[in-house]
C-alpha cells in the first residue's frame, strides 16, 4: 500500500525504550488477536509507544505488514530503534501520527490501539474512531485494549485507584466507558462486536466496520 513517507528518527541503542507491562500482556493481547486480525493485510498500530508490542506482533502475523505509528517524536525513535534490531521485513519504520488529527494514511486493514485512551484526553479516542471508520474496509477490526469502566459492572479496586491517580494527573485522563467508547463507534458505522475479559482487569474491545 502506498502512503506518506514516515518521519523517521535516527535511533540506536540508546534511545530504546521498554515497558515493564508489554512483557507481560502481549502474548495474550496476541493470542486475541490471532482470532480477529485477517491473514495478510495491513495493520495500523495507534500509539505504539515503545514499539515493543510491534516487534512482537510483527513476529506473530508473518502475514500481516505492521505500521508502528506514535505522535511523540522519543516514542518513533524507540520504535525505529527496536525495529532495526528486530530486522523484521514486515515491520514498517514508524509512522509520526497524532490520533486525534487527520491520519497520514489512507488505508487499513485493521486498527489497533494498547493502552492509549485513558492516558489521553477524550478528543483522542473519538479521533481514533474517526478516523479507524475512514481508513477501514467493511467487516475490518478496530481493536482497542486497556483498562475500562463499564456501567453496571462494579469497578476492581485497583482500576478504581488506578483511575484516581491518573485524573490527578491530568484532568481530561481516566477510565473510559466502554458504553461511550461504543455509542461514538456506532455514530461512525463501528459496532462494538465483542468485549473480551483479560488478565489485570483489562478488556479488548472489538469494533468492526
Known amino acids: 500500500m502506498n502512503g506518506p513517507q514516515p518521519f523517521i528518527f535516527e535511533s540506536g541503542p540508546d534511545v530504546k525504550r521498554y515497558a515493564p507491562a508489554t512483557e507481560r500482556n502481549r502474548d495474550v493481547i496476541a493470542e486475541t488477536l490471532a482470532r480477529v486480525l485477517p491473514a495478510e493485510g495491513l495493520v495500523l498500530e495507534v500509539a505504539s509507544g515503545t514499539g515493543e508490542h510491534a516487534v512482537h ?22 520504535i ?30 485493521a486498527v489497533i490501539c494498547i493502552n492509549m485512551t485513558h492516558i ?13 471508520a475512514r481508513v477501514m474496509p467493511p467487516s475490518a477490526v478496530l481493536f482497542i485494549y486497556g483498562p475500562y469502566n463499564q456501567r453496571d ?11 484516581a491517580s491518573l485524573r490527578q494527573q491530568n484532568a481530561a485522563w481516566g477510565l473510559r466507558f466502554v458504553e461511550d467508547i461504543a455509542e461514538e463507534a456506532h455514530k461512525l458505522g463501528l459496532h462494538l462486536d465483542q468485549v473480551i475479559d483479560m488478565p489485570a482487569n483489562n478488556l479488548s474491545l472489538i469494533f468492526r466496520a
Open 57 to 78: 506482533f510483527a513476529k506473530c502475523f508473518p502475514g500481516l505488514i505492521w505500521q508502528p505509528s506514535d505522535p511523540d517524536p522519543i516514542a518513533i525513535a524507540s
Open 80 to 109: 525505529n530503534a527496536w525495529r532495526a534490531d528486530s530486522k523484521m521485513a514486515n515491520l514498517r519504520p514508524a509512522m509520526q501520527l497524532d490520533a486525534s488529527a487527520d491520519w497520514p494514511i489512507s488505508q487499513a486493514d
Open 120 to 132: 489521553s484526553p477524550w478528543s483522542a479516542t473519538l479521533g481514533l474512531l474517526r478516523n479507524a
Open 153 to 163: 459492572v462494579p469497578l476492581a479496586d485497583s482500576n478504581a485507584a488506578f483511575d
